[in-house]
């Protein structure tokens, strides 16, 4: 049972365009979801979050929406850089579990 | 401030051994949980401990164990080991409040059973 999904492995985005990634999630109890970058062989690290109550957080270069009546959430990066290549994960939690989608490599090419 | 440290970083072990792998949290969080990520099966939660009690459990097996001490300091302990228990387990920890701070994460153990 998959409760949070990323329908797109990779994705290949040209330096200085926008980058777009999604995600979808099937539990209206989640309260916060979250986004995470991971380069091989280090942890994730944390992006940005956003509410259940929200519909848009901004921070510089990200900008995560939430549309909660298609349960889905999407990361926008603009402009990309090389740097952004990464995989990234989107996470739903619920009380302090977290419950993420299986990644989406993102590869930036100048 | 210092972050989340895992040690050890790689560990080869054998079939039905046993393994502890340690974790130690962002200085004042008191929430501490352990994560395993595995080529087909992504990252999944194992536990989560807050002051010294677990509070959530993933749906993992009897064999995976976990404690935290009164520092907040964690350890995970796995037994009988199987060759798929192979994989990255990552540690966060997490003031654990319920606010949506974030989870922060450690780099990981990297575990491999032959």
């Known amino acids: 049972d998959q409760q949070v999904k990323q329908n797109s492995p990779s994705l290949s985005v040209q330096e200085g365009r926008i980058s777009i990634l999604n995600c979808d999630y099937t539990?209206?109890?989640?309260?916060?979801f979250l986004w995470y970058k991971k380069y091989p062989a280090e942890g994730p690290t944390f992006l940005i979050s956003?509410?259940?109550?929200?519909d848009k957080n901004e921070d510089g270069r990200f900008t995560v929406f939430l549309n909660k009546s298609a349960k889905h959430l999407s990361l926008h990066i603009v402009p990309s850089q090389p740097g952004d290549s990464a995989v990234y994960f989107c996470a739903a939690k619920n009380t302090d579990k977290l419950i993420f989608g299986t990644g989406t490599r993102l590869q930036v090419f100048p | 401030k210092a972050g989340v440290t895992q040690t050890p970083r790689y560990l080869i072990k054998t079939r039905g051994q046993q393994v502890t792998l340690s974790c130690s949290p962002i200085?004042?969080?008191?929430?501490v949980s352990w994560y395993q990520q595995t080529p087909g099966q992504g990252l999944q939660f194992l536990f989560e401990?807050?002051?010294?009690?677990?509070?959530n459990k993933g749906n993992f097996p009897g064999r995976f164990s976990g404690r935290q001490f009164s520092n907040s300091r964690s350890e995970m302990n796995v037994s009988t080991l199987e060759l798929g228990d192979s994989a990255l387990y990552l540690c966060a920890s997490s003031q654990g409040t319920g606010d949506g701070q974030p989870q922060h994460f450690g780099d990981g153990t990297r575990l491999s059973i032959l």
């Open positions: 956003i509410s259940s109550i929200k």
């Open positions: 200085s004042g969080h008191r929430s």
């Open positions: 539990n209206s109890m989640f309260d916060y």
């Open positions: 401990y807050f002051s010294e009690t677990q509070r």
